[in-house]
């Protein structure tokens, strides 16, 4: 089945914690990663590298290929499924404890969305990520 998305999807580790955001405006909205669409004709690492910086206004460092999951979920009465590409990258120490990053180009908004930052250890993290995104932790 060929997937209705292809996304990337990155851990950003500052020692040994990871980056996570949720959105102040949207309290339901479960915790996430940086990532996102990759673009036609455009290569992963680009694609990453891309939606990192737009998301987080940092560009990484660093970035890995740790694998690829399949993705499946039900949405409006379908089953969708994303093919998702992970990596992994470093921020530098003197990164920020938190911050609020506004997403000028969100792929299904019409309006801009804020994004609040911060740090958990990975492991908690883990067991707090919405919509799968745990699913490469391991690999960390």
Same mark, same amino acid.
């Given at each position: 089945? *060929?997937?209705?998305?292809?996304?990337?999807?990155?851990?950003?580790? %500052?020692?040994?914690?990871?980056?996570?955001?949720?959105?102040?405006?949207?309290?339901?909205?479960?915790?996430?990663? $940086?990532?996102?669409?990759?673009?036609?004709?455009? &290569?992963?690492? @680009?694609?990453?590298?891309?939606?990192?910086?737009? !998301? =987080?206004?940092?560009? $990484?460092? !660093?970035? *890995?290929?740790?694998?690829?999951?399949?993705?499946?979920?039900?949405?409006?009465? %379908?089953?969708?499924?994303? *093919?998702?590409?992970?990596? %992994?990258? =470093?921020?530098?120490?003197?990164?920020? &404890? @938190? #911050?609020?990053?506004?997403?000028?180009? $969100?792929?299904?908004? @019409?309006?801009?969305? %804020?994004?609040?930052?911060? #740090?958990?250890?990975?492991?908690?993290?883990?067991?707090?990520?919405?919509?799968?995104? *745990?699913?490469?932790?391991?690999?960390?």
């Amino acid at each position: 089945m *060929q997937p209705d998305a292809i996304k990337v999807l990155i851990y950003a580790l %500052r020692g040994a914690d990871l980056l996570v955001f949720d959105e102040p405006d949207f309290p339901f909205v479960e915790l996430q990663i $940086p990532g996102g669409t990759v673009e036609p004709e455009e &290569d992963f690492f @680009s694609a990453a590298a891309r939606e990192f910086t737009e !998301e =987080t206004g940092f560009a $990484p460092l !660093e970035l *890995q290929a740790l694998g690829i999951d399949e993705y499946r979920f039900e949405k409006n009465g %379908r089953v969708h499924h994303h *093919q998702r590409h992970y990596f %992994r990258c =470093t921020l530098p120490a003197d990164t920020p &404890d @938190s #911050w609020i990053h506004v997403e000028m180009t $969100p792929f299904d908004a @019409s309006d801009p969305i %804020r994004f609040r930052f911060f #740090w958990l250890p990975v492991a908690e993290a883990g067991a707090r990520l919405g919509y799968g995104m *745990q699913a490469l932790l391991e690999t960390l």
